[in-house]
DNA sequence: TCCTGTCTTAGACTTATTCTAAATTACATG
DNA sequence: CATGTAATTTAGAATAAGTCTAAGACAGGA
């Protein structure tokens, strides 16, 4: 975790290795409020304004990314490689989908844009079992 | 416009009409406080709970689809037939990818999710030209 | 006219996020 | 060790998007 913070240049700082505890752990796409609400349970004193600007710096370190797919809030995910997203209508939770899942085709017809990134964004419902 | 407004069984006001005006005509993706904005040129007198309540209205009733693209703002599509979106790094636009250009395989494989619509998300730069 | 239901309004409220200014901490160096 | 500087954190204020509320306006039917 130390390590990770290091490799990624980030300065390790008890706060941040907080934040990095939370939100590299088994917790998929918490939003920000959720990453404060968890990690004040170990550590009551931690500010708002340093957990978002730590999950900032994570974003712009590349150890995380951000994702604007729910409405009003954005999360963060902790797979930083290319994939898609599941979300289910009725409970609102996101689900990754594996990049290789999914084939997009079509991309050389777009002409007037060069595309840097692209991820498909599923709505419906999860099947119970 | 008016006829527009009474196929989707909406009851048509003046501050609806406004609304209409505005989010079916030229400007692709406003936002809800651009509609008010723009709104409020003509007919200084409209609420923002006004433009609001309008929009999910038109929303609802299938005039509109809401989009979740940008950080933190909705953005409203008069296009509610399925299609793409590419938005603009560098300026945050957003442009409307027509269904056809893209094709997207491998849904049969996503066995645990019921998918009720998809659209592709891309990023990058708009070539000029 | 009066009733009822629908719309609109101003402004308060909520939620997510950023900003600010001050306090704290961490080093590196003399 | 003392100290200066930069980085970090903090509490709380500020901002922005959006919703809610209570009151008033308006329209159509009995």
Redesign the pocket.
Known sequence: MLATLRQHG??P????LAVAKVVLGRDRHP???EVWAKVRRR?P??????V???L?LFVDKGLLTMQVLR????VFDAEVRPHHHFIDERTGRIYDVPWDALQVQGQESLNHYDVRELQVVLRGRRRKE
Chains 1, 2 share one sequence.
């Open positions: 980030i300065q700082t008890p706060q941040r939003s920000a409020e550590c004193t931690v500010s708002r304004a340093t978002y600007n730590t900032n409405e009003g809030t954005a």
